[in-house]
């Protein structure tokens, strides 16, 4: 039982070049997400979906876009990417039961020149 | 709309000292609240929760009380350990979200020395 597991760990990227995250849950939850996380501002919620085929925008959505085509799996992908979107990106899967309780994968280090 | 507000790091502090970490809240309703720890290299990890007021969350040796008077949910431990070098988020959710979105707050990092 892997949990919550994301591709790749580390990443740089130039001004303009595209790339999609792979995020992959062994756990059969309905709920995933995608955060985030910056010096001095916690996580934040871009996007997240509650089922195969659903997604929903989060708190900061512009420049990345989400498909969830099988339930274990949720991609995030920067189409154009801008060093604004220098981050340390989360994935994290939940129950419908306890929705709040989220499990959380690694992390991806990305770095955007 | 909602929001989560933490004590600023980093906390550091000498193997066996008392810890506590402020957090506060400001929401609508009656928030569920919860504490992550996210040790290094790793990603958040429930470390404990609390659903209504008064309720205290507890979990390897810490705890924490909702206080709705007060808008608070401090995490505290008596005895704190090397290995509990960290960084912890306080977060709040919604109960009449169905989508279980977490609001967090900035984190404070912990650094416990020998």
């Known amino acids: 039982n892997a949990g919550v597991t994301q591709t790749p760990k580390f990443r740089v990227l130039k001004t303009g070049q595209s790339m999609t995250l792979l995020c992959a849950q062994d756990?059969?939850?309905?709920?995933m997400y995608w955060y985030r996380q910056d010096p001095g501002m916690g996580l934040r919620l871009i996007h997240y979906?509650?089922?195969?085929?659903?997604?929903a925008k989060g708190e900061v959505p512009d420049g990345y876009n989400v498909s969830r085509l099988k339930k274990q799996n949720f991609l995030l992908g920067l189409e154009s990417a801008a060093p604004s979107q220098t981050s340390v990106y989360f994935c994290?899967?939940?129950?419908?039961?306890?929705?709040?309780?989220?499990?959380f994968g690694p992390g991806t280090r990305l770095t955007v020149t | 709309g909602d929001s989560v507000t933490q004590m600023e790091g980093p906390v550091t502090l000498s193997e066996e000292a008392f810890l506590t970490i402020n957090c506060t809240y400001t929401?609508?309703?009656?928030?569920?609240l919860f504490w992550y720890v996210q040790y290094p290299g790793e990603g958040l990890q429930l470390l404990l929760k609390?659903?209504?007021?008064?309720d205290k969350g507890s979990n390897k040796g810490f705890e924490a009380t909702y206080r709705k008077e007060t808008t608070s949910f401090h995490l505290e431990k008596g005895s704190v350990q090397v290995s509990d070098s960290a960084v912890y988020f306080c977060?709040?959710?919604?109960?009449?979200?169905?989508?279980?979105?977490?609001?967090f707050g900035a984190g404070t990092q912990v650094v416990v020395t020998p």
């Open positions: 929401a609508t309703g009656y928030p569920s």
């Open positions: 979906s509650v089922g195969e085929g659903t997604t």
């Open positions: 977060a709040l959710s919604d109960p009449t979200d169905s989508w279980g979105k977490l609001q």
């Open positions: 609390a659903t209504k007021a008064d």
């Open positions: 994290a899967s939940s129950p419908p039961a306890i929705v709040s309780e989220q499990y």
């Open positions: 756990m059969n939850h309905e709920y």
